[in-house]
């Protein structure tokens, strides 16, 4: 995320333009891709898909068919975040606010959060799911509830309120409790911090950047030897050094610099784990790997996909892809060394919710969006690819400039 909460939307386009014909390193683009993926706790092969500024795709059969919801049709101007939920839902981050959708066409408020707020992230806890929020130069996180049968307000304020939550991860402890870990930035010094707390409600820091210059996200957490094993994202506000992959053992009370890139700059890099496997994709179409839980890393750029954001349930373990050559928006680790597709996005059908609201503006996304299109299946092939023409070498920049114009642009919050 870029330092106001909302992913930045600047591009290459002077590099698209500096030739009839690109590369797949180049032609790629979270600009167009998949930020967020989420798979139901409910149904393993239900899963819903942040489009990145254009909407949310939806998918009930593990990605052999795809239906896509503009977001006319959502009735928000930028969704940030989501989170799959039962019963075929969703609940959204919003501009709005958080809003719950299903298989039917209406956009739900969900209650709790103070008037005119931004969610602006998500994340899955042992019973609900917690949201950072943004309104008015200040920030906070609330813990929701997904059963309200009883009347109660969805959503309650935590102890955290005023400092801007930049990320979030939750670790289950078991027996229904979990533990939730935040980095804030002050909005005042712009001093950051890591905190953590052991019943969802109060928290307390754990490690700080008291300098104002770094921008700190949690890319992992999960258990770890000597605590949670913890992965930040260190981001620094000016160009005086390189982002940095930092690692935890124990929860965040040290950290050490394990990995540093400096073509990273915004958007955070993807990262996937299972097991003592870890992938960290960056947004220029490399990929790293790590098989000692993140404490060394090595590329494997020419034979794992770009992973853009990745969710897992039981013992399947999904990624969306950020690389034109990886040959699928969406693939699956079958834990055995190999990735395949779980189908694209170029055959995605409006849905009846959108009929009306989004084209041409589907038209857009499905050729920029999704890759420019190809043939799509859901067996692999022997080179582990699973939709698009991964065989083809160029792509033509009129498409994604294509993309890029009818693209809205996302507010910006006033935040650090």
């Given at each position: ?6 992913r930045?939307t ?19 683009g ?10 139901a706790p409910d149904d ?7 489009a990145?500024?254009?909407g ?11 239906a896509?919801?503009?977001e006319?049709?959502i ?9 799959a939920?039962d019963?075929?839902?969703?609940v ?9 959708v299903?298989?039917?066409c209406g ?10 707020a931004?969610?602006t ?13 943004y ?5 906070g996180?609330?813990?929701c509830?997904t059963?309200v049968?009883?009347g109660a307000a969805?959503?309650?304020a ?6 801007y939550?930049?990320s ?5 402890t078991?027996?229904?409790a979990d533990r939730v ?11 950051a911090a890591?905190?953590?707390s052991?019943?969802g409600?109060t ?7 008291p ?8 890319l ?28 935890s053992?124990?929860g965040?009370?040290?950290?050490a610099e394990?990995f ?8 955070l890099p ?7 496997t ?6 220029v179409?490399r990929?790293?790997r ?8 090595f590329?494997?750029?020419d034979?794992e996909?770009?992973?853009r954001c990745?969710?897992?349930s ?5 990624v ?13 680790w079958?834990?055995a060394?190999?990735w ?6 170029d ?6 919710c959108?009929?009306?609201t989004c084209?041409?503006?589907?038209d857009a996304?499905?050729?920029a969006g999704a890759?420019?299109?190809g043939?799509?299946y859901a ?6 690819r699973?939709?698009?023409d ?8 009129w498409?994604?400039?294509?993309g ?12 650090p």
């Amino acid at each position: 995320m870029s330092r106001s909460g909302v992913r930045r939307t600047g591009g290459r386009a002077a590099i698209l333009l500096a030739a009839l014909w690109v590369s797949p390193a180049l032609a790629h683009g979270n600009r167009f891709s998949i930020s967020t993926v989420s798979i139901a706790p409910d149904d393993p092969d239900a899963w819903w898909a942040n489009a990145n500024g254009w909407g949310v795709v939806r998918t009930d059969d593990a990605g052999a068919t795809w239906a896509w919801r503009c977001e006319e049709s959502i009735g928000t101007i930028s969704v940030f975040d989501l989170l799959a939920l039962d019963g075929g839902q969703a609940v959204l981050a919003t501009a709005d606010g958080l809003l719950r959708v299903g298989s039917g066409c209406g956009a739900d408020p969900v209650d709790g959060l103070p008037a005119g707020a931004q969610a602006t992230g998500l994340a899955r806890g042992t019973s609900g799911y917690y949201s950072s929020i943004y309104l008015d130069g200040s920030g906070g996180l609330y813990r929701c509830d997904t059963d309200v049968s009883d009347g109660a307000a969805p959503c309650v304020a935590t102890q955290l309120q005023g400092p801007y939550v930049k990320s979030l991860r939750v670790v289950s402890t078991g027996a229904g409790a979990d533990r939730v870990y935040v980095t804030t930035v002050d909005v005042d010094t712009l001093a950051a911090a890591l905190q953590v707390s052991d019943d969802g409600v109060t928290f307390r820091s754990v490690y700080s950047w008291p300098d104002g210059d770094v921008d700190p996200h949690l890319l992992y957490a999960g258990p770890g030897g000597n605590g949670d094993r913890l992965l930040v994202w260190r981001l620094p506000r000016s160009a005086a050094t390189a982002p940095t992959l930092l690692f935890s053992d124990d929860g965040g009370r040290t950290f050490a610099e394990v990995f540093s890139d400096g073509q990273y700059t915004d958007p955070l890099p993807g990262i996937a784990v299972s097991g003592e496997t870890v992938w960290l994709g960056s947004d220029v179409g490399r990929t790293w790997r790590s098989l000692d839980g993140g404490r060394h890393f090595f590329e494997v750029s020419d034979a794992e996909p770009a992973v853009r954001c990745s969710d897992r349930s039981g013992g399947r373990l999904i990624v969306c892809a950020d690389h034109f050559a990886d040959g699928f928006d969406v693939g699956v680790w079958d834990g055995a060394q190999r990735w395949s597709g779980a189908g694209c996005l170029d055959g995605a059908e409006v849905d009846a919710c959108g009929a009306d609201t989004c084209e041409p503006y589907h038209d857009a996304f499905m050729t920029a969006g999704a890759y420019g299109g190809g043939a799509c299946y859901a067996e692999p092939t022997d080179e582990g690819r699973g939709c698009g023409d991964a065989s083809g070498a160029v792509v033509a920049p009129w498409l994604l400039l294509l993309g890029r114009r009818r693209r809205r642009p996302t507010p910006r919050t006033r935040a650090p």
